[in-house]
């Protein structure tokens, strides 16, 4: 018989994201959650600022997504994509056409967000070599992205900073250009692009394309940047006939203030990456969404057969409940309550700014980041208590203090985060005075 306690059982067993089993991490055990609030096996009720990894975003245990759910389980769960359909998968691709630019004209349901990229990167890999052009398959991204987990996402993320420096040696090697820098339009010079335009004039016969997060750079570093540095890519990609692929996996679906982040730049990619908020984070499911100019292309060689095909694919549970979700998002007042959730990071994180201990603080739709001056990493042993000490949940990584929170939350809850990032930042600081 077991006898070691669940959270024993989990440090002696379970491995959690990016971490050791050798040092198993702080954990709390969740039982629960609902609406913003995590129930936690100590009876705590805690309001996320996480919106587990950017994806919750109508809030937890949702009536109208709980419904779809069970509603499509009495049909099928799953049921194989190859060779078979279904409604779920059909619904939900006519809504992904319908809401995504007019020239997206073709989905691939992935099972994540990685495995979205790795179909993106295959895509454009096979367009050029279905034109005779097999040796422009090297891509050229920013530094500071973050693509998924996967080999062929982790060999487009920065290779320094993208947790994967140790696979350097297997990894396909790209090209990457500096973190862009530029936060407003206003503030643009043609500096900003000059490496990458070298590189893309130097290299582009080896280029399949260009891929990046528009706006937003997530675990790469939660880096904002203007749209600008967007329109200059689309012109070089239009130049020198690279293609465009958009990672929205974590902008997509209202995060950033408009549905998806590609409509605050006037310019649309030819490949386009969404996962994480797809199903309001109910089920892993991600798509990847082509034009027709990447389809033919892939179809030049005569048979366009593109090369992959998951056993999950275009799960029916997890495409019936993100065609809810998507329902549920365009009829909410979404951009509202975006605006207003960007109304008040700007107006409580603003003032930690002041703090010998901040860098910067960012702020961007639904997305508020307090930068540190340094790493947090030697924090976590008692950081992860004092957070939930505060009645929140907050996951800072490398020097970030960040949150993103669900679009449902209260202007109450969303202060008490808003407050414990005040109150983090400020055991942080005394805690380095006492070192
Ligand atoms: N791209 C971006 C921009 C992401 O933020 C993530 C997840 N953090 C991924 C890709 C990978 O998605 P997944 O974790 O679902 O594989």
Redesign the pocket.
Known sequence: MDKLSNLEFDAAHIWHPYTSVAHPPVLHEVVSASGVKLRLCDGREIIDGMSS??STIHGYNHPRLNAAAHEQIDYMSHVMFGGLTHDPAISLSRKLIDITDESFQYVFLAD????S?EVALKMAVQYWFAQGRAEKNRFLTFRSG?????FG?MSVCDPVNGMHTMFESILPQHIFAPAPDCQHDKDWQDTYIAEFRELVEQRHFEMAGVIV?PLVQ??GGMRMYCAEYLRQIKQLCDQYDLLLIF?E???GFGRTGSLFAYEQTGIVPDIL?L??ALTGGYM?L?ATLCNQKVSDGIAADGQGVLMHGPTFMANPLACRIAAESIDLLLESDWKQSVAAIEKQLQMELQPYSASLIVKQVRVKGAIGVVELNHPLDDMMEWLPEFIVEQGVWIRPFRTMIYIMPPYIISSNDLHQLCEAIGKIVAEIESRSEKS
């Open positions: 990894w950017w994540s967000g990685s495995i990229v973050y693509h998924g987990d996967t996402a997060e997530g675990a990672d996996i974590a902008t990456c996962g994480k892993t991600a």
